[in-house]
């Protein structure tokens, strides 16, 4: 094992998660190092923040050996296949600009097998837009809701549903918006009870919460694919 | 003149709204003083911020000249008479702890003989509650929207109304609510385009903001009560 | 109905939580007006941050109606009675200190019928503490994790349990602990994938996060308590 | 309809404001989507924030069909024609650098067929230059005042005219002036009653609440236009 | 000399100011302790922010010692006598609530033998107020202004006389004005070249440093009285 | 005269300080206006913050018409000569890192005729740096201090010299020194009496204060080469 | 054990130092609990932010087993006695208002057997006080130095000396000073190299810290005390 | 001596710490000019914060007189050799992205000939990764643990072990993570007795703080190599 790495390959068979490469800050050698051990441990791996003019400075094995999709800026190391099958829950956007961290929670998503529905531009200026999927969204067991801003999204479906809202305030915005630090702390101080909500932009921890509840929830059925 | 109180009285001529005191930092003389001053003019004064166990220490003739309001702990110095007619504009409030707020506007709006309704406690948790008034709020010129906590009441209202969106963030809440920082944050960064604010639980900004609206789209009716 | 209260009665049929009652920023006479509501529609009613110096200040026949708990600021109006049964999830401590917004996680479990296990004073400082529970907290669905200061107990937990992980940040500490800030922040930029997190001091919402959880999961069994 | 861009085109018909486009955090894909659902509708679109270099990466159609205009960084895509007659509100800067800005609202109005007086470069640091347009901006039903650094302007045009003021901050400034929040907290805070203010640099938001504004003032002359 | 206190009695010599004893987080004991050295010494002694509250626990051989003015929260103990003369430098106050701080520098000021003009309740809300001293303040060397809120006064002052400008910002203002910290920003920010600045408050500071400026000036004339 | 610049031309006069060009945010098209406007007038202009690579986008004749100096990022427009004669203030920096900022005060004090002196890297944390200084800098009237990061040598300085003592704050520093704000609060919660601070970075407004100062002091000295 | 409290017992033998008892936010009765808990097993215990009006609310028999020192407002529960030899450290303040946080670190490093020298308020506006202890602060392995305001004394201390410095930043000033985050950052953006510093206020951890140092130093000499 | 540069070359002999050259803010021509004064002395120089891309714009003579180590972004100016014989102390970090400013630690070390251990990427996360070390960490006399994002290494290890535990928070991470703010407050508001921190990124003063340290420790074994 490289010195500069030191991976916790227990962590998927202890807490059902296995460690992720947040791309940000790392140098390609890293990046490249990270890909050969999985490689080498035949375990897949999924690769976050990955935006295309790092992943143009990896090395050509590298970009060849992994499946990479910019819109979601992550990439994923196999074995791996999408999943299939009705969704589990939904990925619900304010505006398009949220789209980026709403892919990176349903390629997560996807990553460890679970499928979901995303519902994209539904912001509170129009009301009628998220009120038409109100019904939809009531049948799943959680709703990701990916919205910068002023963050009212957040609340609205929390009032609607009762399935978990994880909450996934994003950088959308400007001056008062403060980087998604308005939309972070309108999601903690949401008068809708039982939001919860993960950093801003990480669209990653969001579908990671998502998975601890659906491993608890349907441990049996969910483990085949995860 | 005291030297100490400097009263603007050409303001209401200048721009059709008077001085009013702000009566926290200021001592039972000086909030004397300036009553007096008003009363010796012979023109009417709104007093704001008046808590009751500060009106509890002004002199008992100071007192007794007072209109006193404690549920928005305004006062009024006559000549005055409450606005009749039907509601130029509406207050709304997410939650019960906004009231003050809401009634210090509500009286400034009085004060200056404007009529308006008042719709409490119906913040996005429930959507049914600001939805159900949806016609009614159309029909204004303006709304006044109070509300702490995540402030998602404004952008809401803001989406549904073509009237004027006067947004006042109240302190109701706590930890990130931040004392009314996140609901004022939200406000300014709102999705839906043209609202505008004022500063942190100033009921009586707003209503001068809607003062300052209503004079200029009808001048000639307003001028007879204002 | 009073204009100043406008329940929102349909939310628990809605999304499964009733609305409580936040007692910070209420008067003595909303706040009885809240009990005597709930009473004529014979439905239980939670109210949170009910101080003793806040409890003493209700009317008497206000106080006798509630089964009131210093220790969480809580008091409920039946009909009620505390759940039984082994313990869904569990609600753990990293000190002394956290143990009021603890407990009122705890009584909002208990309000809807979810049994929990208080495991207090179990901080960082001290790994062995942790650590001690590892097996029993791996068995649960979620865990509920109240810290203040620097709140790495967040993390730590998040790293060895599989099951849902939600952060209570609180205002224990002074200085650079920033009034619980340091511990949100440090919940949000966990290095523990998948944490979540609610607002600081906020024992309320995280409980009603868990049960927005266990609801789904386990619909069926839950019903009848909740 | 693309799945990314979810238009909202009966905003227009409820608020009188249809949705814009606003650029940043955009791909050239996207804009150009929106560009061609709205000709496909047959309706006029108001693209902000287009900053030449993000409209010089437009694809060659998109660019021939936009009226472009750099000063403002804005962009419409006809039917359109410039608004003529007398103006109804004035858009006053305090300097130079608060230009960009200001030409936003001014495009914003125009869109929006509403004739405006611009007045620029008048801060209060040599305060004869506001003075001299004392008695134009008493005539105004609003008034826009755009500035940065410590935001005086606010409080002086307001403490001058009867009308409206609308206050923008701007990011113009450094160190202190802390990237707009400065002027934004002076205008919040202004000792001038009735002050109203949008997010830092949003000219855009300032023009949609006279809109707004004026629509509730004149609706049956300007609905020919508006 | 007591172990606690450790006067910099050559301070006056070596700068031309002497220490002042700031009373806020010392004991009575101390505060104590610091008259009777400044006795035994025989040197004149400046106090402040000593709080009515806080004069009435000192030892009443201490408060008999003492020329004590409340308005100012300041206290003297002598060989001293109020200076004489013409003014040297005007302190100007926006509002009536900036008074205790700008009576705070008029006593420092006072206690060095430096005769100074006060004009309160001049802000910019009524603009023909400050403008109606504007000859006045031109022929100062100095002028103080203290202002809180918006901190607008700074500007339009610096704009208007080439005298030194020392702002000092008030807490005077509630939500947005963050407890002083907007009127500090604005001061620094400001678009009036050379405005200079002292702490939130500091009315004892930007009256020293009107005496650096005046010893500078004038050494030869004020030595007799400082 | 342009409509886009509206120059303060009465303000040398007014105040004894011209009106300065600050080239950050202006177009070269605008600089070169003012470049020009300032030649028809014949009179001399200062420009500040034009760093080399916005000197370079000017127009050829107006970077041939400018004196311009890359160390402290100003030009100036002649007719215009460097002062002699011994120096009226000392500007002394902690840091070489700090010099632009200085350099930037020192051209501007020669802009208006005022020789000083330049006294560079003397940081507390090697002390006897500037204790080497101590009889020098007592002799001069002002003291302009300019330190980024913990910002000690304002308080070291104006424990030291009765003179005015004048902090510019500077970016220097990283992590904790916040951009400057470390320093600037460090002025302003200096221990040491009278010290005044202006803008992080501003050099620009220390020598313009300096210039007030100085102007009131020796009017008639300076009036000849101001 | 009650389960409010799960003290670390091993703590003293793995890190060197045992766990105090942080009074703010405890009741009494858990501040009875801890202290019967330590005589139970016969271990010292230190209580700090024993502020006197919570002394006052412990039980007689608790308040009965204190060693209490109010200037300190810390407790030991015996066995215990006071060090003596000469002083290994020495612990500097800037100002008298300092002393308490002082007396903390002084008391902390006492109940550990560590003697220690106090040398009260030589802040750098007399720069000489500080001086005047060089050679004998060059003596010590540690210098705690204890500074509120602008912290401009760590800098200094640490340009001075070769031994370890620890700055403790305090909550003494106002405004600019923010409650001690000014010092904070001062000590963290010093330009004096190798300076640590604990969090405001935190005397206790600033002596922890020492002793560490100490510990791992002389262990041998130490441990009979320790 | 070039007046730009004024070293400070009695540091060492004063507190055992030469003056390092910090590079960013820093010309070409700057980081040559102290090269060559530390050559004309004699004495080794240690630049930090020397980037690829700024050391490729140093003179090429500049650039061959440095032992240039990129991954720490320090130059060494000879004479100098790496130090042999076994660490004194642990440089730990919680992530692969936080290892350049660990590195800087390292070299400091390195420059000063004291040896260090390296244990890189040993989160919380996977506790399992510290513990492994737990035994090691106990016997060195100091730890540097250098974290980023919620930083809760550094209380795990100030619990685990009896030295001296210096924390480094990295700004490692985004969103809530705040550029390092937030390890920097968790280090700070440690729950963990006796951490000490510095600032964010400061691997350097880190090292120069356990110099101090040993120094005071060993005096006589590191002087032949210090």
Chains 1, 2, 3, 4, 5, 6, 7, 8 share one sequence.
Not at 25 to 49: F, N
Not at 92 to 116: I, K, N, Q
Not at 127 to 141: G, M, N, P
Not at 204 to 212: F, K, N, V
């Amino acid at each position: 094992m490289a010195p500069e790495v030191n991976f916790d390959f227990q962590r998927r068979e202890r807490i059902g998660l296995s460690e992720a490469v947040f791309c940000i800050g790392k140098t390609p050698e890293q990046i490249g190092e990270a890909i050969k051990l999985a490689q080498a441990h035949g375990v897949p791996l999924l690769l976050t923040r990955l935006a295309p003019e790092i992943f143009a400075t990896l090395p050509p094995p590298a970009q060849a050996s992994l499946d990479y999709d910019p819109s979601s800026r992550t990439a994923i190391v196999g074995p791996w296949r999408p999943p299939a099958g009705s969704p589990a829950l939904a990925v619900v956007t304010a505006g398009t600009s949220d789209l980026p961290v709403a892919r990176e929670a349903l390629r997560t998503l996807a990553f460890y097998g679970v499928p979901a529905r995303e519902i994209a531009d539904v912001g509170v200026a129009g009301l009628w837009r998220i009120l038409k999927h109100e019904e939809e969204l009531r049948r799943y067991a959680a709703v990701i809701v990916v919205a910068g801003m002023e963050g009212a999204l957040f609340s609205v479906v929390g009032g609607l549903v009762g399935g978990v809202v994880i909450a996934v305030p994003t950088s959308t915005g400007y001056g008062a918006a403060r980087g998604g630090e308005t939309a972070l702390h309108a999601a903690l101080a949401s008068c809708a009870p039982g939001v919860v909500t993960v950093n801003i932009d990480n669209g990653y921890g969001a579908a990671c919460a998502a998975i601890r509840m659906l491993g608890a929830q349907t441990r049996s059925e969910v483990s085949a694919s995860v």
